[in-house]
Antibody
Framework: EVQLVESGGGLVQPGDSLRLSCAASGFTFTDYWMTWVRQAPGKGLEWVANIRQDGSEKYYVDAVKGRFTISRDNAKNSLSLQMNSLGAEDTAVYYC??????????????WGQGTLVTVSS | SYVLTQPPSVSVAPGKTARITCGGDNIGSYSVHWYQQRLGQAPVLVIYDDSDRPSGIPERFSGSNSGNTATLTISRVEVGDEADYYCQVWDSSTDHYVFGAGTKVTVL
């Protein structure tokens, strides 16, 4: 059974940093791209970043480029998101998800339960 | 960047059919995926590649995609189908993912 379990969320002040983690199990982690998606309170889903199987390619939404860094530890089946210079606009539930390529088109076939990040003074 | 447009809400009576649209410029040339998010829960994939269902998703859920509109159809709607539904595509030119704003389905 595929399981994705996020951790590391919490209440931080504007300008602070926070590191989120996602523990993956139930599938061969090294075979898949992985991604972070966030959802601000009462809002829709927003893709944040994704990372190739070996970590050699990373992509970010413009809103977090230069502040957030996605990474993975394939030895530990773990995905991370380092978030720096946090602002109120980063307040959201952060989900990690597994990316599956059906042919040439990827989608997010499994999601974690999310971890809440609140940025407030 | 690519934009997906969904109606904010759709209301449907139990047993009837709900249709949720997702508009985008020439969206028929993309592969569209749909996610269901019940209140307080994580999203769940219900349709991928326009019309394929993951295992465990009822046949009542179907999808289509042509021209400038993709559609998620829920037949014989049940109270348990009440949720937010999001369409999503992948922009291969940027390797970015785009979600629609979501449609709240209310079962009357």
């Amino acid at each position: 059974e595929v399981q994705l379990v996020e951790s590391g969320g919490g209440l931080v002040q504007p300008g602070d940093s926070l590191r989120l983690s996602c523990a993956a199990s139930g599938f061969t982690f090294t075979d898949y791209w992985m991604t972070w998606v966030r959802q601000a309170p009462g809002k829709g889903l927003e893709w944040v970043a994704n990372i190739r199987q070996d970590g050699s390619e990373k992509y970010y939404v413009d809103a977090v480029k230069g502040r957030f860094t996605i990474s993975r530890d394939n030895a530990k089946n773990s995905l991370s998101l380092q978030m720096n210079s946090l602002g109120a606009e980063d307040t959201a539930v952060y989900y990690c998800a597994k990316i599956y390529y059906s042919g040439a088109w990827p989608h997010f076939d499994y999601w974690g339960q999310g971890t809440l990040v609140t940025v407030s003074s | 960047s690519y934009v997906l447009t969904q109606p904010p809400s759709v209301s449907v009576a139990p047993g009837k059919t709900a249709r949720i649209t997702c508009g985008g410029d020439n969206i028929g040339s993309y592969s569209v995926h749909w996610y269901q998010q019940r209140l307080g829960q994580a999203p769940v994939l219900v349709i991928y590649d326009d019309s394929d269902r993951p295992s465990g998703i009822p046949e009542r859920f179907s999808g289509s995609n042509s021209g400038n509109t993709a559609t998620l159809t829920i037949s014989r709607v049940e109270v348990g189908d009440e949720a937010d539904y999001y369409c999503q595509v992948w922009d291969s030119s940027t390797d970015h993912y785009v979600f629609g704003a979501g449609t709240k389905v209310t079962v009357l």
